[in-house]
């Protein structure tokens, strides 16, 4: 099967061009002006943008947490990503505590395999690091192509490394060529602070963002960051969302430390102000960390600019409204996350692109290439001869409203209801295949495949 795109405005991390794409199988073959070359399909992209398949490298699919499910599972999940051109996500496969590293893996790969509609890879969160856990981590990376090992520096007694573990974990990945992730928050500032204000009766979601203050983010960045930097292994830190855990990171740079650093899209768009909305609509939002202030959307915009910010996921994570409802009572209950998968290429579009904030080259790093070169996807993450064609086709100026009525997400509300965006992904390809086009999905279920990613670094 050969496909040739026609016209359409190129954008990758470098450059912009107008051009055709020949695409032979899965793979692009050939870029250049008026190709001359003979295709089972043609599509027109006169008028339209071209970028590289998104690349969201923070999903949590079925993810069994706070005693339930995340509602997206990996049919459901990948498939709502593509409607909105994301192709690539990578998951976290998490270890339970007392078992083994590979008892995760088989866990996740029976929620995926056969069920995905993009392709897909696992980041193994590490949750108890010993002499086992130590040989595994050898054999992830050299065996299964999974190079990079998430820690949670909160939710103690369920996810959370200590700094021993952490240095210890450190210092394998670091001699077997991976790379460390984090959630940092200062897990026993914020379980005082939740314990505070229950003893006092406060109780609703307002009280989640009240306790995980600025500081338990900056704490904790800044430990891991110094941490990162006395065992000399590759670092990145998952979700950040404020000016004051931006700024352990720029200074680290003065010793001459690069950190990678990962926002989410509702980090820059949405604010805490959201927690006071009336009754329990706050909980829509409740998620760790928690949504923060202006200035830090500000700073994080700029972080971007500044190459500080690398990358933009979503940490896509739902809950239907039911499930939000087991924290009714008592916001520590509340299931942490919130649905993002289908429309974090279009919101960052419409709000970044539009308004003059990122240009299109950035916005194509921080969707694509930036994860794709930090996680070891030699395949994916750009528009080039010999990358998988995972490629989306993209009208810039077509507005639509985004609303649980019309999402693709297993979830039955949107964190973003109502809001307008100018920018529609209209056809997406994945490694080849037409998989959206005309708001119809025409891959089957368990298209999509994982990927046996390479080892890390710290220059991208
Ligand atoms: O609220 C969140 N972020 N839920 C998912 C788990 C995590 O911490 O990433
Ligand atoms: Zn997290
Ligand atoms: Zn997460």
């Known amino acids: 099967m050969s496909i040739l795109i026609k016209n359409g ?16 199988g899965e793979t692009i073959s050939a870029i250049g002006k008026n190709l001359n070359a003979s295709a089972d399909q043609e599509i027109d992209a006169k008028g339209k943008y071209v970028f590289p398949g998104g690349i969201d490298p923070h999903v949590h699919l079925d993810l069994p947490f706070m005693g339930t499910f995340s509602s997206d599972n990996y049919e459901t999940g990948t498939k709502a990503a593509l ?74 007694g369920a996810l959370m490394v200590d700094d021993g573990q952490m240095i210890g974990l450190m210092h394998e990945v670091k001699k077997r060529g991976g790379m460390v992730t984090v959630h940092a928050t200062n ?17 609703s979601p307002l009280y989640h963002y009240l306790s995980q203050p600025e500081v338990t983010e900056a704490e904790a960045s800044g430990r891991f960051i110094d941490m990162a930097e006395y065992t ?29 650093v990962e926002t989410c899209v509702q980090y820059l768009l949405l604010d805490a102000s ?30 971007i600019n500044q190459g500080l910010v690398n990358v933009v996921g979503t940490d896509h994570c739902p809950f239907f409204m039911e499930q939000k409802e ?31 904030k990122i240009s299109m080259n950035k916005f194509v790093e921080v969707t694509s290439t930036n ?18 064609a995972d490629i989306v086709i993209f009208d810039p100026d077509e507005k ?25 992904t209209k056809t997406v390809l994945m490694r080849g295949q037409v998989a959206i086009d005309n708001d119809q999905v025409h891959i089957k279920k368990g298209y999509g495949r994982f990927i046996k990613r390479g080892t890390a670094s710290k220059v991208i």
């Open 232 to 260: 000399d292994v590759p670092a990145y830190i998952v979700h950040l969302t404020c000016e004051g855990a931006l700024n352990q990171v720029r200074n680290a740079t003065r010793r001459n430390q690069k950190v990678f």
């Open 83 to 156: 409607y909105g051109g994301t192709t690539s996500i990578i998951d976290f496969a998490i270890q339970v505590q007392g078992n083994s590293l590979y008892s995760a893996v088989e866990e996740w790969n029976k929620k995926s395999e056969g069920n995905a509609y993009g392709d897909y890879s696992y980041h193994l969160a590490v949750t108890d690091f010993n002499d086992q856990t130590k040989e595994e981590v050898r054999l992830l990376i050299e065996k299964e192509g999974i190079t990079s090992f998430k820690t949670f520096m909160a939710y103690k």
């Open 326 to 356: 087991m924290g009714k009572d008592n916001f520590a209950k509340i299931p942490n996350g919130h649905p993002a998968i289908e429309h974090r290429m279009e919101l960052l579009f419409s709000e970044g692109v539009k308004k003059g």
């Open 371 to 388: 994860a794709a070169k930090i996680f070891g996807m030699e395949k994916k993450g750009s528009i080039a001869i010999g990358k998988d």
């Open 274 to 303: 959201l927690y006071e909305k009336p009754g329990f609509e706050g909980s829509k939002w409740v998620m760790s960390p928690p949504l923060r202030q202006p200035k830090d959307q500000a700073t994080l915009w700029a972080g």
């Open 9 to 24: 405005r190129i954008f990758t991390a470098a450059d912009d061009f107008t051009a055709d794409i020949f695409i032979e």
């Open 187 to 203: 897990g026993d500032m914020i379980d005082h602070l939740i314990a505070k204000h229950q003893s006092e009766g406060k109780m």
């Open 400 to 424: 639509h409203v985004i609303s649980a009525k019309t999402h693709h997400h297993n979830c039955d509300y949107s964190g973003y209801e109502g809001w307008e965006v100018t920018g529609k």
